[in-house]
């Protein structure tokens, strides 16, 4: 125990060694420090040393995915609600893991109320989710019975093989199916799985989670058993469907037959294969003109209902669909639908049918749809690369805004937006459970360029980047890169879908928007049909724009920081000025000055780094190395010669996250 004077002796000693310590992390450390590289995970490190992905953005000699094919049988029972299916998946194992078990998505069970979900996606109405009465692997039986869940993550092989086929987890949205033999790298194995599941429905129209009206019109989602995507990354896709977050899914061929009463009309991803079967010779008749321009031809009318006048007749008919070279299947069908019919004209590859299919009473949704349809799968084919799909489908019911491979749940609303998701994730397949951003974030950018140009107007990507910086830091809000699947319902929607235009805008600002979007075409051509990572797309961005980036990636994907931008000081000396701008936020930016001089005087000298926007206009620009040091001021020396200065203002363009625009300017 130290004395009174001893202990005021230490106190002060303390204070002294305090002071002594904060003065030399004054003199040595920078106000800021500015991290520069993309941060990095284990998985996409394993990635990059197997080779399975590469430091260019592109797919890595030894990149592979799982390939699964699938063939349904599906009836539907409007009595009961009830699907009944038999359905037969190839799995073709092409990369380069023995896989010691096989993971089964299985999202009907969010509907059995016992499953985790996410609010306010609350299922309308419970059921008894999947019940999976059959399963084999290669002609061997699994075992159903309830098991202890599988665990998460790779699935290399086990220590020691189980002594039969079983499954674990079947009451839950992701099930494990533990293999006797597991599937050799480039090896192929065959499952059969018989199910049923009665169709949710309820009051009104919540998104997913209502998949009827009544008894009268269907519209299935997630509505088989699939098999998960395993990748390189984290092998077996380890989510949960918790209800906000979407799909991942692997890519294959779906041959589809679906058994309904006759007079009901049935949509779907891909081609009818059987048109003479179901539909009547006046419905064929019509159909076979629809290409021939862009009218909007009825295909079956209002009037024309039931067996014999809707369809062909009879008391049950299969409909058979093929689609090839597609993530997932989506189909509708009503008992009372109108289908009516135009074209798309896709650059580089031709015409295709537009189909929509909605109950007459919503008629007046469907007006416009046809030709937003169209203008969207024309646009984009246009912006990044052709659509890829011999159709497309709108289909009415409880969900009008979600999209699948050839078909989209959209009146003409979301007609646009949900056209989009034709190009990622149906052709450019990013895990949208977990990186959103990368899909809807993505659409959405490129929604504000389609409908400029559909209002033949240019689009307004200025101020969208500076908005950030009013909401950035929000406690609620996750950096993009946290699993979107748990990024809870109060910033779900605006770090998936909002902040990604935003981002984009900020880097249109320093690189120019056309540049971002040839860059961005490049990468989607060369991912199409694979999955690409966030990773991919950061660095072949990088590479394509040929900029160190890394800078920007990490402060917009792994931080919530905005640049919080000003004008601190202005000072005239002679034919110099000095404009003094400081950064207090944690993300750097370029330096971007608008300059404005009076209208006549002595002429305005060149300077290396501006460019005149006009004859009394200038553009001043300092790279973003400019703040690599670690200050927060920087001092833009402007010299134009004599000729008066009337008006700076920084970030002209609003481009870079600020709280403050109004600082931005001088004189204030």
Do not use: C
Request: charged letters at 20%; zero cysteines.
């Amino acid at each position: 125990m130290l004395s009174r004077s001893s202990s005021t002796g230490a106190l002060l000693f303390i204070g002294a060694l305090t002071l002594r310590a904060q003065a030399t992390t004054a003199a040595h450390y920078p106000e800021r420090a500015v991290r520069r590289d993309i941060p990095m995970t284990n998985a996409i490190r394993r990635a990059f040393a197997a080779g399975t992905r590469d430091s260019s953005g592109r797919p890595g000699r030894n990149y592979g995915q799982l390939r699964t094919d699938y063939s349904i049988d599906a009836r539907l029972d409007p009595g009961t609600s009830r699907i009944t299916g038999h359905e037969t998946i190839v799995v073709q194992n092409n990369t380069n893991d023995s896989l010691s078990s096989i993971v089964m998505r299985l999202d009907q069970n969010l509907f059995l109320f016992q499953s985790p979900h996410a609010a306010p996606w609350v299922p309308a109405e419970p059921t008894d989710g999947f019940v999976i009465t059959r399963m084999t692997v290669n002609g061997q039986p699994v075992n159903l019975a309830p098991q202890a869940m599988g665990g998460r993550g790779r699935g290399g092989a086990a220590a020691v093989a189980p002594a039969e086929n079983r499954a674990s987890g079947m009451n839950t949205s992701r099930a494990t199916i533990s293999l006797v033999n597991a599937i050799a790298a480039k090896g192929r194995a065959t499952l059969e799985v018989d199910w049923s599941h009665k169709v949710p429905g309820g009051p009104g129209a919540a998104h997913r989670m209502v998949q009827r009206w009544a008894d009268t019109l269907y519209q299935p989602t997630q509505w088989y058993p699939r098999v998960a995507v395993y990748d390189d990354l984290r092998g077996w896709d380890p989510e949960l469907y918790l209800g906000p977050s979407e799909f991942y899914n692997n890519f294959g061929r779906f041959d589809v037959r679906i058994d309904v009463p006759a007079g009901w009309i049935v949509s779907g991803t891909g081609v009818l294969q059987n048109p003479e079967d179901v539909l009547t010779p006046a419905a064929r008749e019509r159909l076979a003109h629809v290409l021939e321009s862009d009218d909007v031809r009825t295909i079956v009318g209002t009037n024309e209902v039931g067996p014999g006048q809707a369809t062909t007749a009879g008391t049950r008919l299969v409909w058979h669909f093929l689609a090839d070279s597609v993530n997932d299947f989506a189909w509708a069908t009503a008992r009372k639908f109108n289908w009516t019919a135009t074209r798309a004209t896709i650059p580089g590859k031709g015409r295709v049918p537009v189909n929509m299919y909605f109950l007459p009473g919503d008629s007046s949704l469907y007006v416009n749809a046809g030709s937003i349809a169209r203008h969207a799968l024309e646009f984009y084919s246009s912006l990044w690369f052709p659509y890829q799909f011999p159709q497309l489908t709108l289909q009415d019911g409880p969900s009008a805004g979600m999209e699948y491979p050839m078909v989209i749940n959209s009146n003409q609303g979301a007609a646009d937006h949900e056209t989009g998701h034709q190009w990622w994730p149906m052709t450019v397949s990013n895990n949208e459970t977990w990186y959103g951003w990368m899909d809807e974030g993505f659409n959405q950018y490129m929604n504000i360029l389609s409908a400029a140009d559909r209002n033949h107007a240019s689009p307004m990507l200025d101020r969208l980047g500076q908005s950030y910086g009013t909401v950035s830091g929000d406690e609620a809000e996750p950096p993009m890169m946290w699993d979107a699947n748990y990024a809870g319902a109060q910033r779900y929607g605006f770090t998936t879908y909002s902040k990604t235009p935003l981002m984009l805008s900020m880097l249109g600002g320093i690189v120019g928007d056309t540049a971002v979007q040839r860059a961005h075409r490049q990468w989607a051509t060369t991912w199409m049909y694979k999955h690409p990572s966030p990773w991919d797309y950061m660095f072949f961005m990088n590479h394509a724009l040929g900029r160190d980036l890394g800078w920007f990636w990490n402060y917009w994907l792994f931080t919530t920081e905005s640049v919080d931008g000003s004008i601190a000081d202005v000072k005239t000396s002679g034919a110099k000025t000095t404009v003094t701008v400081r950064q207090d936020g944690q993300m750097p930016s370029p330096v971007v000055l608008k300059v404005q001089f009076a209208p006549s005087g002595a002429a305005i000298k060149p300077m290396k780094n501006a460019v005149m926007f006009d004859a009394s206009t200038a553009i001043v620009t300092y790279p973003v190395d400019v703040w690599f040091s670690g200050s927060k001021t920087f001092k833009a020396e402007l010299n134009f010669g004599a000729r008066k200065i009337e008006k700076i203002t920084l970030d002209p363009g609003a481009r870079f996250p600020d709280r403050n625009p109004a600082d931005n300017v001088w004189p204030r």
